[in-house]
């Protein structure tokens, strides 16, 4: 079966599974200190009209779906009207929620490029280059510590558009990202930037992705390999009408998913163990049981419609646009929807709200102390307040004034309900006793 795989020069690098921040230990307080300004949004434009950031996100609400962008060599798909809010996640109480990639809604450039591209520079300084570098070579201070390497900009690939296979994004696609944040890599939200800020971003991104050629003279992947034509991202069909029989025989079968996926989608397939990106690191298909936590921009089959639809450029996750029809690939993304197993909802929130910005379990301190067997050494009428208002904990309780000693960063209110802290704290029980190596010292 034919498939457009993009692998020409490649961006993404190792995505290891598991914790977020596998390769922790103490961090320096030179990175600790920017990377949880940023988190924290200090320094920061607000725009309280656009999405919030991640790990602030508390009270967002999650945009409905604006049509996809149509066919076509379009523009940036004008904002649309919302319809009805979506209909509210499975475990009510929720409330820190972020926009999804496809739902942002995109406002158009405020100015030209060259007078944003200006602007952009400190903004990058400022917020973009603890990760990804100076000069976007994913060569920041913080970049050891995440598990998904920041994007290389000088290589030319992005993952996350919806400009035809080998094309570069368009600009409303980073745009997206932007705004959405990917928090299923550690990349948080910049959605509480203004517009003018955001877009200033996008354009010296796109002047960062710039590398070498042969002869020695600069080219640019935006002006090499322009974005011209939208691919085609219809609303999707109704869920009921799908045919799991025939999204299975597509997936085993005809589109061979299960050759990285895996049987059940555990991302166990048969060559998961040899993939590499198109910088040939090693890369792991994504766990597909767990995709409504793993999955970068989003686990609605819209979502993963347009996953099929565009690939991921720079990864072995190929576009199947010129190989399935529409109906297969809509197929596809409903069968994906039925391997989701039941996550936690404590874990849930955990990942949602961004903990793991901050946080590890059983991988040593990060931002904050490492949450193995937290339950173990706070009760839980602490944790409990701690999660609650941890501003107020940290001017009036002992312990979390210790705490703010050794760790430097306040950390910060996320306004969660009762029912998410409850959540959370079951969450916190069931994580393994901290090893000796890790966690926080003041006991
Ligand atoms: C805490 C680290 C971190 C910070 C800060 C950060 N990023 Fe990222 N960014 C990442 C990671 C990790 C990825 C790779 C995600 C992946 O490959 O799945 C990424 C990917 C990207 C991509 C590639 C998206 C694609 O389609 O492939 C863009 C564009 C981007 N970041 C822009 C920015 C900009 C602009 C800023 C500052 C406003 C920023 N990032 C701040 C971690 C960060
Ligand atoms: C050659 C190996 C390979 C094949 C074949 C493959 N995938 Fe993937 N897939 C990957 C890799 C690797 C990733 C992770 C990319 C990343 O996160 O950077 C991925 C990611 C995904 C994601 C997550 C997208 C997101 O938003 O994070 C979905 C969904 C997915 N694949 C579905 C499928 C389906 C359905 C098929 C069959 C039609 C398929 N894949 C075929 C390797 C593959
Ligand atoms: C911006 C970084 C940041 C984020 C995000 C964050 N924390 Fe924290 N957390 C900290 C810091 C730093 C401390 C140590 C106390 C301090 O300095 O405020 C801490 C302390 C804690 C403690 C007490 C640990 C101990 O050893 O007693 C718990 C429990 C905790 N956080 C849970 C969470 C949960 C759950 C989330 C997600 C809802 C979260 N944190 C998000 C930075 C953060």
Redesign the pocket.
Known sequence: MSRSTESTVGA?RV?RSGSPFPRVGLLALALALPLASLLLGCERAKDPTTASRTPAAAGDSITASPAAPAGGAAPAPAPQAHAEPEPAEPEEGVSARRVRWMDVEVAPPPAPMEKLAKAGVGLYQQNCQVCHGAQGKADGPAAGVLAVPPRNFTAGQF?FKTSMPGQAPFDDDLYRTLSSGIPAAGMPSFGDLTVFERWALVAHVKNLSQAIRDDGKPFNYFQKRPATTRMKLPAPPDAAKAQHERGELL?RKV???I???GEKGLGDGR?AKD?KDALKNP????D?TR?EV?????SRPE??FR??TTG?AG????S?EDSLEEEDRWE?AFY?TSLYRPIDPGEKTYLRVGCTSCHTIGKGKLIGPDLAGVTKRRDREWLRKWLADPPSMLATDETARKLLEEFLTPMPSYGLTPREVDLLLGYLETLPPAPETAGSVSK
Request: hydrophobic share 40%.
């Open positions: 993404g995505a993952k997936y589109a061979e998913c050759q990285c996926h060559s993939l890369i792991k298909p994504a597909l995709g793993t999955f970068k921009t989003g979502d993963i996953v099929l991921m990864t072995p996750m190929p199947y596809l994906v």
